[in-house]
């Protein structure tokens, strides 16, 4: 089946670094992938659209100076968290979605914790 | 905009005793419905989906789901609960139009021996 890895799977970092996320699709090619930020015992918050080649779409409300994304592959998507803050820390989830299909596959998320 | 409204935040139900978790959407307008599981810190797993065909849609780990469109509603079942299924469940749906997937507010079931 198709699998979508995050790499990494937590991390922890200082106020004010930057830390760079990874979701790659390991058996297909995803032309499009998404990333969600879910906070505790809620649901999947949709920060942005990435097509592999072009620049991100991001939902209002998401910064895109602070959340960067490039998809420069077919099989991979990186979120960069610039300048993080505490209130950054969240668990973060991409899903990639199959060229031509509308099914989307998640990763596992990954838990940043900014202190 | 599309919508989906789970109305229990969570469902406690004995082991072995059947359990439906409700999912209703916002329009009648052609969608794909699908079903979520999440274990805790872990990414989503699909239990199931509805793009066509069938109304009654089987999944993995026996659950099912129905696709009413004249309600709306796509509800989960299964007919009896392990304490393994224990999780955070999240209906969704995708209008063909936007491609958008949206998320309901998701059910946490509960499974007790």
């Known amino acids: 089946g198709a699998v979508v890895s995050q790499h990494p799977s937590r991390v922890i970092c200082k106020s004010g670094t930057s830390v760079k996320i990874e979701c790659r699709s390991l058996d297909f090619q995803a032309t499009t992938m998404f990333w969600y930020r879910q906070f505790p015992k809620q649901s999947l918050m949709l920060m942005a659209t990435s097509n592999e080649g072009s620049k991100a779409t991001y939902e209002q409300g998401v910064e895109k100076d602070k959340f960067l994304i490039n998809h420069a592959s077919l099989t991979l998507s990186t979120l960069t968290v610039t300048s993080a803050h505490p209130e950054d820390s969240s668990f973060y989830i991409c899903?990639?979605?199959?060229?031509?299909?509308?099914?989307?596959?998640f990763g596992p998320g990954t838990r940043l914790t900014v202190t | 905009a599309q919508s989906v409204t789970q109305l229990d935040s969570q469902v406690p139900v004995f082991e072995e005793a059947p359990v439906e978790l409700r999912c209703n959407y916002s329009s009648s307008v052609s969608v794909y419905l699908f079903w979520y599981v999440q274990y805790p810190n872990q990414g989503l797993q699909l239990l199931l989906k509805y793009l066509s065909g069938s109304t009654l849609v089987k999944g993995i780990n026996g659950f099912e789901a129905e696709f009413n469109k004249s309600q709306t509603s796509f509800h989960l079942r299964k007919p009896s609960v392990h304490i393994s299924d224990t999780a955070e469940y999240f209906c969704a749906v995708i209008d063909t139009g936007f491609q958008k997937l949206v998320f309901g507010t998701g059910t946490r079931l509960l499974v007790s021996p």
């Open positions: 899903s990639a979605r199959e060229t031509g299909t509308y099914e989307q596959y």
